[in-house]
């Protein structure tokens, strides 16, 4: 069983998004790094996007998702940044002008609809070397639908049968290897994770 998850309400949602942007200068670009769905669907305009690396932190499959790529009969999973290591991902720079709020408001409706994540504000490495701030989404551990470290057999299950509102849990992560591999950034981890999984999906990555 995972435990009871709920939507957050529309105040909710304004509250926390009002609470990581307290400190945050309003005249000023933002930086919003991605390492999955968001690498290869952002969902909003961007002025800028380039490989950028974060560290304390590395990209797995640590989240139950029973609406987006499951369902609560059949969970699926998908990626979050839990402690530890480091991670490849897209950075994206949001331009400071009139559209960023709703923008924003997008973009919390989709990362943040259970508060399954934490906002947070990380350092990161752009590929040309510049250091930028980046907005991303952190695993909360103190959650029902934090799955920590699961077996392959586990994996396996889901992959081969787990289907959301937006589709396969395999489809996301296969899509999520591909954008990372062409971006020039493999995820060597997750690729053999699939590999093993899914040894006979000629599609799997």
Request: some cysteine.
């Given at each position: 069983?995972?435990?009871?998850?709920?939507?957050?309400?529309?105040?909710?949602?304004?509250?926390?998004?009002?609470?990581?942007?307290?400190?945050?200068?309003?005249?000023?670009?933002?930086?919003?790094?991605?390492?999955?769905?968001?690498?290869?669907?952002?969902?909003?305009?961007?002025?800028?996007?380039?490989?950028?690396?974060?560290?304390?932190?590395?990209?797995?499959?640590?989240l139950w998702s029973r609406v987006n790529r499951g369902t609560p009969e059949q969970p699926g999973l998908?990626?979050?940044?839990?402690?530890?290591?480091?991670?490849?991902?897209?950075?994206?720079r949001l331009a400071a002008d009139e559209g960023l709020a709703t923008h924003l408001d997008t973009l919390?409706?989709?990362?943040?609809?259970?508060?399954?994540?934490?906002?947070?504000?990380?350092?990161?490495?752009?590929?040309?070397?510049?250091?930028?701030?980046?907005?991303?989404?952190?695993?909360?551990?103190?959650?029902?639908?934090?799955?920590?470290?699961?077996?392959?057999?586990?994996?396996?299950?889901?992959?081969?049968?787990?289907?959301?509102?937006?589709?396969?849990?395999?489809?996301?992560?296969?899509?999520?290897?591909?954008?990372?591999?062409?971006?020039?950034?493999?995820?060597?981890?997750?690729?053999?994770?699939?590999?093993?999984?899914?040894p006979n999906r000629p599609d799997a990555g």
């Amino acid at each position: 069983m995972l435990g009871e998850a709920r939507l957050l309400s529309d105040d909710e949602l304004r509250a926390s998004l009002a609470r990581t942007f307290r400190h945050i200068d309003p005249t000023q670009d933002v930086w919003l790094f991605g390492y999955g769905s968001l690498i290869w669907n952002p969902g909003l305009p961007t002025v800028e996007a380039t490989r950028g690396r974060v560290h304390g932190y590395h990209r797995g499959l640590y989240l139950w998702s029973r609406v987006n790529r499951g369902t609560p009969e059949q969970p699926g999973l998908v990626l979050a940044l839990d402690r530890g290591g480091a991670c490849s991902g897209i950075a994206y720079r949001l331009a400071a002008d009139e559209g960023l709020a709703t923008h924003l408001d997008t973009l919390w409706r989709r990362e943040m609809p259970m508060g399954s994540y934490r906002p947070a504000w990380l350092p990161c490495m752009l590929a040309d070397g510049r250091r930028v701030t980046v907005l991303t989404f952190v695993m909360r551990r103190d959650i029902p639908t934090y799955t920590g470290k699961l077996s392959d057999e586990v994996v396996q299950k889901v992959l081969n049968c787990a289907t959301g509102r937006y589709g396969t849990t395999f489809d996301y992560i296969s899509r999520t290897v591909q954008a990372l591999r062409a971006s020039g950034m493999p995820d060597r981890a997750l690729e053999a994770l699939l590999a093993r999984c899914c040894p006979n999906r000629p599609d799997a990555g």
